[in-house]
T-cell receptor
Framework: AQSVTQLGSHVSVSEGALVLLRCNYS??????LFWYVQYPNQGLQLLLK??????LVKGINGFEAEFKKSETSFHLTKPSAHMSDAAEYFC??????????FGAGTRLTVKP | EPEVTQTPSHQVTQMGQEVILRCVPI?????FYWYRQILGQKVEFLVS????????KSEIFDDQFSVERPDGSNFTLKIRSTKLEDSAMYFC?????????????FGDGTRLSIL
């Protein structure tokens, strides 16, 4: 079965600092990987997706993620954090039967 | 931009009662999903639906749950006899042709509170 593991349930950075949110996947087939963001009291919004076209994927709001098969990782980064980036971030893997499995989430706090 | 809409935004129900959560997926999408998020926990997959039938369901989706697409626009989740532990946010999502390589678009969720 496919799954993702997010390392760190809570990440705190200063405004302007690098954001790094970690995600490792487990999959027996080439995975489809996604990052979603959830703002308080809202649904999940797609940040970016990996579907094997390119290993470095650029998403919205300045985020990007790099697929590394050798490390089974799909970490999310942003060079410079903004206060508005504070949210919950979920890594997810697309399943074989149109299901999607989410990681436990990482809460990002941005300090002024 | 088209959106997935869910109603109601908040549903309060007595334990043991039936509840129906409603969703209107994006109109040209073919795959429909329900997820659950218990307060403070991760988003959990419940069920996926394609071509008028369930294509995948998780261990959470037991006999008290059912889904239906009663017409061309709505997609509903019914919980037959609610329990306290059913209290959670329920998210509906839809995606276009292509299955699991397509991103899912989520609604803002229905907060279900069981008393």
């Amino acid at each position: 079965a496919q799954s993702v593991t997010q390392l760190g349930s809570h990440v705190s950075v200063s405004e302007g600092a690098l954001v790094l949110l970690r995600c490792n996947y487990s999959s027996s087939v080439p995975p489809y990987l996604f990052w979603y963001v959830q703002y308080p009291n809202q649904g999940l919004q797609l940040l970016l997706k990996y579907t094997s076209a390119a290993t470095l994927v650029k998403g919205i709001n300045g985020f990007e993620a790099e697929f590394k098969k050798s490390e089974t990782s799909f970490h999310l980064t942003k060079p410079s954090a903004h206060m508005s980036d504070a949210a919950e971030y979920f890594c997810a893997v697309g399943g074989n039967n149109n299901d999607m499995r989410f990681g436990a989430g990482t809460r990002l706090t941005v300090k002024p | 931009e088209p959106e997935v809409t869910q109603t109601p935004s908040h549903q309060v129900t007595q334990m043991g009662q039936e509840v129906i959560l409603r969703c209107v997926p994006i109109s040209n999408h073919l795959y429909f999903y329900w997820y659950r998020q218990i307060l403070g926990q991760k988003v959990e997959f419940l069920v996926s639906f394609y071509n008028n039938e369930i294509s995948e369901k998780s261990e959470i989706f037991d006999d008290q749950f059912s889904v239906e697409r009663p017409d061309g626009s709505n997609f509903t989740l019914k919980i037959r006899s609610t329990k306290l532990e059913d209290s959670a946010m329920y998210f509906c999502a839809s995606s276009g042709p292509g299955g699991s390589n397509q991103p899912q678009h989520f609604g803002d969720g229905t907060r279900l509170s069981i008393l």
